[in-house]
């Protein structure tokens, strides 16, 4: 028989901002149904576990989603990586670990986000001077700024026109 099994995240996506908790959706099958998942922060230690179930049920691929709340939380900022798989119910003796068609997100955690700004770089600015020009809707540092948007590879230098999240706490 040629059935395959598959899963596709499609919430969140790469370089997405998260918090403590957040929403983890895609479409998949896994072991009657059953799609898990993990957060690992860089060093590979486990920050949260969950799973969902599938829509396909225990044949077919289905849409999936579920709420994943992180156990322990890192420092604002951090990138971390989504494992998204098919439950593995034969593990640790036979099959892939952590499970079938395993599927690798980067994102980005906040503990204490409640959303971003969306802040349009205009001419003079600089990070420390849209820190202070923004500090009414919030407190955030430079470092934080820099750690939520990947494009930002040198702090000293941002280009008109680029468009920057900032990062809200609750």
């Given at each position: 028989m040629g059935l395959v099994t598959d899963v596709?995240?499609?919430?969140?996506?790469?370089?997405?901002?998260?918090?403590?908790?957040?929403?983890?959706?895609?479409?998949?099958?896994?072991?009657?149904?059953?799609?898990?998942?993990?957060?690992?922060?860089?060093?590979?230690?486990?920050l949260a576990t969950g799973s969902a179930q599938s829509s396909g049920g225990g044949v077919g691929v289905g849409e999936f989603a579920t709420t994943l709340e992180l156990d322990r939380s890192p420092r604002a900022g951090t990138r971390c990586l989504l494992e998204v798989f098919g439950d593995n119910p034969g593990l640790p003796d036979e099959g892939p670990s952590p499970g079938f068609d395993t599927r690798r997100v980067e994102v980005i955690v906040f503990p204490d986000l409640a959303g971003w700004l969306l802040y349009r770089v205009?001419?003079?600015?600089?990070?420390?001077?849209?820190?202070?020009?923004?500090?009414?809707?919030?407190?955030?540092?430079?470092?934080?700024?820099?750690?939520?948007?990947?494009?930002?590879?040198?702090?000293?230098?941002?280009?008109?026109?680029?468009?920057?999240?900032?990062?809200?706490?609750?």
């Open positions: 596709r995240v499609r919430q969140p996506a790469k370089n997405d901002l998260v918090g403590r908790r957040f929403r983890v959706a895609g479409v998949g099958a896994g072991f009657e149904g059953t799609i898990g998942m993990r957060l690992l922060d860089p060093r590979g230690r486990v205009e001419p003079g600015d600089t990070l420390s001077g849209i820190v202070r020009k923004l500090r009414d809707f919030g407190r955030f540092t430079v470092p934080q700024v820099v750690a939520a948007n990947p494009r930002i590879t040198d702090p000293d230098h941002i280009e008109v026109g680029w468009r920057l999240r900032i990062p809200l706490k609750r």
